[in-house]
T-cell receptor, first 112, second 116 residues
């Protein structure tokens, strides 16, 4: 079966750092994605990990451990506009298209 | 042009109506997708087209009928829908091939459907 788990909700303070965890169990693995989705809007791509380690992109970093089936998204210097849902998604196989399986999403609320 | 464009943005229809959702991309992507998203839930895959051929149908009821007229366009034809089909319908596309960005999905803004 396919299973992706992430916390339902998190809160944090403006300017702080927050880490959103994701664990997965899938029939195959060809990469893990993080997407940001503001309420009523389309998901936007944040990061992609296929090898173990940390990928840094500005205020956002994403980490992957394939042996542990674990990833996290790290958001630094939080801003109010970072209040959104963060979706962890796994691509279970390689091929000409990408059947992403999404986790339920983590709703992050950033407070002043 | 790095956009996926969906029309209409909002659609209200009765259970006996026939309507269509449209999606367009000009990034040369050869895979296109329909996802359905209910409020506070993750997107759920409905259909995948690869090189204009239907590759995945996630056991979607036949009242939803996808069509891919060419590599840039993807339609979703709707007929005899139920109120529980009300949701945000997201179109996405992705490039083919291998490499770091394989499979990154570019999403459109979505079409918010209400079935009365």
């Amino acid at each position: 079966g396919q299973n992706i788990d992430q916390p339902t909700e998190m809160t944090a303070t403006e300017g702080a750092i927050v880490q959103i965890n994701c664990t997965y169990q899938t029939s195959g693995f060809n990469g893990l994605f993080w997407y940001q989705q503001h309420a009523g809007e389309a998901p936007t791509f944040l990061s992609y990990n296929v090898l173990d380690g940390l990928e840094e992109k500005g205020r956002f970093s994403s980490f992957l451990s394939r042996s542990k089936g674990y990833s996290y998204l790290l958001l630094k210097e939080l801003q109010m506009k970072d209040s959104a849902s963060y979706l962890c998604a796994v691509s279970p196989f390689s091929g000409g298209y990408n059947k992403l399986i999404f986790g339920a999403g983590t709703r992050l609320a950033v407070h002043p | 042009d790095t956009e996926v464009t969906q029309t209409p943005k909002h659609l209200v229809m009765g259970m006996t109506n026939k309507k269509s959702l449209k999606c367009e991309q000009h990034m040369g992507h050869r895979a296109m997708y329909w996802y359905k998203q209910k409020a506070k839930k993750p997107p759920e895959l409905m259909f995948v087209y690869s090189y204009e051929k239907l590759s995945i149908n996630e056991s979607v009821p036949s009242r939803f009928s996808p069509e891919c007229p060419n590599s840039s366009l993807l339609n979703l034809h709707l007929h005899a829908l139920q109120p529980e089909d009300s949701a945000l319908y997201l179109c996405a596309s992705s490039p083919q091939g291998t490499g770091r960005n394989t499979g990154e999905l570019f999403f459109g803004e979505g079409s918010r459907l209400t079935v009365l």
